[in-house]
């Protein structure tokens, strides 16, 4: 079954090793951040740095695997049909808007929609790593300099992973203007068990 994720909201949920997940980008133009635990101990979790090392590159996509902090595969990347995917930048937070965008008023933000959703799991706000950004943009200039444009992603583009151990999962509808193409728009998730 095909679950939404309202713009600018999240949802967390548990996947056991084997099961496959697909994030889908139903409109098009829509980032989702994503972050993993190992739900047997929460203390395992995504890391960009030990993925981006192990992977030996900056642009993860389909047949790379997503790591965690202590050296193990988390997710396999099975399919991806739009093939742009971001590992560096930080999910977007209050301070992104005040720093970045200027904008000293309330924003809905991935960092507050990834902490609110993963409380439930016993997850604090410190304990958010760098998120897998799925669909993102991110360009970058000869001189290291960072842009982010608009996503390559269309209606329907999708990313299938499998999990390699027990998950807590949580992913983001991204809340920043410019991540999206200045439209907020939902995502789709769907969980496929291990034994379907």
Same mark, same amino acid.
């Given at each position: 079954?095909?679950?939404?994720?309202?713009?600018?909201?999240?949802?967390?949920?548990?996947?056991?090793?084997?099961?496959?997940?697909?994030?889908?980008?139903?409109?098009?133009?829509?980032?989702?951040?994503?972050?993993?635990?190992?739900?047997?101990?929460?203390?395992?979790?995504?890391?960009?740095?030990?993925?981006?090392?192990?992977?030996?590159?900056?642009?993860?996509?389909?047949?790379?695997?997503?790591?965690?902090?202590?050296?193990?595969?988390?997710?396999?990347?099975?399919?991806?049909?739009?093939?742009?995917?971001? =590992?560096?930048? /930080? %999910?977007?937070?209050?301070? #992104?808007?005040?720093?970045?965008?200027? !904008?000293?008023?309330?924003? &809905?933000?991935?960092?507050?929609?990834?902490?609110?959703?993963?409380?439930? =799991?016993?997850? /604090? %706000?410190?304990?958010?790593? #760098?998120?897998?950004?799925?669909?993102? !943009?991110?360009?970058?200039? &000869?001189?290291?300099?960072?842009?982010?444009?608009?996503?390559?992603?269309?209606?329907?583009?999708?990313?299938?992973?499998?999990?390699?151990?027990?998950?807590?999962?949580?992913?983001?509808?991204?809340?920043?203007?410019?991540?999206?193409?200045?439209?907020?728009?939902?995502?789709?998730?769907?969980?496929?068990?291990?034994?379907?």
């Amino acid at each position: 079954m095909i679950e939404t994720i309202a713009r600018q909201t999240g949802a967390a949920f548990q996947l056991k090793k084997g099961d496959r997940l697909r994030v889908i980008d139903p409109q098009g133009e829509q980032v989702s951040d994503m972050v993993l635990f190992n739900a047997d101990d929460k203390r395992e979790k995504l890391s960009s740095g030990k993925t981006l090392d192990f992977e030996e590159t900056i642009l993860i996509t389909q047949g790379h695997h997503l790591w965690s902090n202590r050296s193990h595969k988390m997710m396999a990347i099975l399919e991806d049909t739009n093939g742009r995917n971001d =590992f560096l930048l /930080a %999910p977007c937070s209050p301070e #992104t808007f005040q720093i970045m965008y200027k !904008n000293p008023e309330y924003h &809905p933000s991935c960092f507050e929609n990834l902490h609110t959703n993963l409380a439930q =799991f016993g997850i /604090a %706000p410190d304990d958010i790593p #760098t998120a897998f950004n799925l669909f993102m !943009n991110v360009q970058f200039a &000869p001189d290291g300099k960072l842009s982010v444009e608009p996503p390559l992603s269309k209606a329907g583009d999708y990313v299938l992973l499998e999990a390699k151990m027990n998950l807590i999962v949580c992913l983001t509808a991204c809340s920043a203007e410019q991540s999206n193409n200045y439209s907020f728009k939902p995502i789709q998730y769907e969980i496929i068990p291990a034994n379907s």
